[in-house]
């Protein structure tokens, strides 16, 4: 069974950094791109960035470009998102999605979900 | 920018077929943007239900159905249950790397 653990998130003052990561079981991790996606409180779902399998092809939301930084460990089967400079629009419940092929262009971009982690950002 | 556009809201009678519309600011769905939707209940995270316009997941019900009709993408749901009760999402391709989400619909069933 395919799992995706996130962790990382907390409760962090703006201006701030925080390192989230994911950790992948039960698939071969190095085959997939992998995606970010958000959710803030009470809203709808916002896509944030994409890593290809061998990390060559990166993306990111204008909303977070320059600030978030996405990295994978294949050997480690853990994909990260590291955020600096965090304002309050960025308090969200982060989740770490597997995509259903190893390029970014996938139709099948978002295929397995994990459960989230909660990134607030807040003085 | 490109927006994907959604029903902030619909409801339905047990039964009954829903049909869900997903659409883009910057003119008419095709195939080429791998239209997807996504469910997601309170307190869960999202369950991917159709990718690349009309393909079900895994252990998706083929109650669930995904098309292009004009215009946009549609999701409909044959034999609405009251389970179907959730958010709806649908999400785009719409260049180079980039993925945009819709705005989501709740689907009442009453």
């Known amino acids: 069974e395919v799992q995706l653990v996130e962790s990382g998130g907390g409760l962090v003052e703006p201006g701030r950094s925080l390192r989230l990561s994911c950790a992948a079981s039960?698939?071969?991790?190095?085959?997939?791109?992998m995606h970010w996606v958000r959710q803030a409180p009470g809203k709808g779902l916002e896509w944030v960035s994409v890593i290809s399998w061998h990390s060559e092809i990166i993306g990111y939301a204008d909303s977070v470009k320059g600030r978030f930084t996405i990295s994978r460990d294949n050997a480690k089967n853990s994909l990260y998102l590291q955020m600096d400079s965090l304002r309050a629009d960025d308090t969200a419940l982060y989740y770490c999605?597997?995509?259903?092929?190893?390029?970014?262009?996938?139709?099948?971009?978002?295929?397995?979900w994990g459960q989230g982690t909660m990134v607030t950002v807040s003085s | 920018q490109t927006v994907v556009t959604q029903e902030p809201s619909f409801s339905v009678s047990p039964g009954e077929t829903v049909t869900l519309t997903c659409g883009l600011s910057?003119?008419?769905?095709?195939?080429?943007?791998?239209p997807s939707w996504f469910r997601q209940t309170p307190g869960q995270a999202p369950r991917t239900l159709i990718y690349?316009?009309?393909t079900r997941s895994s252990g998706v019900p083929d109650r669930f159905s995904g098309s292009i009709v004009g215009s946009k993408a549609v999701l409909t749901i044959t034999g609405a249950q009251a389970d179907d009760e959730s958010d709806y999402y649908c999400a785009m391709y719409v260049g180079g790397v980039i993925r945009v989400f819709g705005g989501g619909t709740r689907l009442t069933v009453l």
């Open positions: 999605v597997k995509s259903g092929g190893s390029s970014p262009l996938s139709e099948n971009a978002f295929d397995i």
């Open positions: 039960g698939l071969k991790f190095y085959d997939y791109a």
């Open positions: 910057s003119g008419s769905v095709s195939p080429s943007y791998y």
């Open positions: 690349g316009t009309n």
